[in-house]
């Protein structure tokens, strides 16, 4: 006897395993070129790329390499109170934060799937010149050290022997097979987080009403862009966990701007990261770092929509 599934079943479902098929293999992939990055190009070398340059040319050089390393916005925390303690400007250093989880090497990939090529280089130029400029302004207005607190969190440093070209002293061979079990492991550690985002993703598809969706983020709401920012605030997902979330509510209508802009909202200002970045900055620094992403967000939303992409 032939069972009757619901069409909202069968749509969700298929949704999913779209996600899934398209989803982690990239994912996998993207982890073992960042695993190459990591052999190669270690946290303690980025210390020393950043602290002695000035100002301007050193923004563009934090956003550049805030964009290419493995860096959430909690896990560069460690990394920036190191960049600090060398005596790195401010400046300089908010670049890289701002640009390290709005920029991610591993979602970048998926973003150009999900969305197309030409609207992931779009995001990757707009992220990049807000970090750049957010930098700039940052460090326009507050002083080298001013409202940074002495810390005990942990700074990265070099630990793997290099040679004298700047290689780590270990065999291309051994480079390519810690980059494959770093993909692993990594896809293993992420992959349940990956698998919710993609479950929220396929009910958001296959069940969430089209009309509540357009009533809170539509384009009938002057106030949507913002709102999608503030929304994304009280989650924790890394950027590549949150596209197919993103995915989902575009394929509902809802304008990619408004989307984008509650991506920035997740992966900027997430609750976790405010209150490790609380422990590196005194209040007024935190609340100019957390207006600047939001900013960012409300800027970038409403110029996407803008566009009509």
């Known amino acids: 006897m032939a069972v009757d599934v619901p069409p909202v079943v069968v749509d969700t479902a298929t949704y999913f395993g779209w996600l899934v098929v398209t989803i982690v293999p990239l994912f996998f992939l993207a982890a073992f070129l960042v695993g190459l990055v990591q052999a190669y190009v270690s946290p303690g070398r980025i210390r020393s790329a950043l602290e ?26 460690p990394l920036v109170a190191g960049l600090l303690q060398a005596g790195a400007p401010l400046g300089i250093v908010f670049s890289f934060l701002l640009a390290s989880p709005l920029i991610n090497e591993i979602a970048v990939p998926l973003l150009a799937t999900l969305f197309g090529v030409r609207l992931a280089a779009l995001y990757v130029v707009t992220m990049f010149s807000a970090a750049v ?15 940074v607190k002495a810390t005990g969190i942990e700074s990265f440093t070099t ?67 913002p709102l999608a920012v503030i929304a994304g605030v ?31 909202g997740v992966v900027g200002v997430s609750l976790p990261n405010l209150i490790m970045l609380n422990k590196l900055f005194s209040r007024r620094l935190l609340a100019a770092y957390v207006a600047t992403v939001v900013a960012i967000g409300i800027v970038v939303g409403i110029g996407f929509n803008g566009l009509g992409i």
């Open 159 to 225: 630990s793997t022997p290099v040679a004298d070209g700047g290689v780590a002293a270990s065999s291309h061979r051994d480079h390519v097979n810690r980059a494959a079990t770093h993909a692993w492991t990594f896809l293993r550690e992420l992959l349940p987080y990956v698998t919710l985002g993609m479950v929220v993703a396929a009910l958001i598809h296959g069940v969430v009403p089209v009309a509540w969706l357009q009533g809170w983020l539509g384009p009938e709401n002057p106030l949507a862009v």
């Open 52 to 77: 002695d340059r000035d100002r301007g040319s050193g923004n563009v050089a934090a956003a550049g390499l805030g964009a290419v390393t493995p860096f959430c916005s909690c896990s560069s925390v």
């Open 234 to 264: 009280p989650l924790y997902f890394s950027l590549s966990a949150t596209l197919p979330v993103a995915a989902a509510l575009v394929s509902k209508g809802l304008p990619i701007g408004t989307v984008l802009a509650l991506l920035v």
């Open 133 to 147: 400029v957010g930098g700039l302004v940052i460090g326009r207005f507050v002083e080298d050290g001013e409202h």
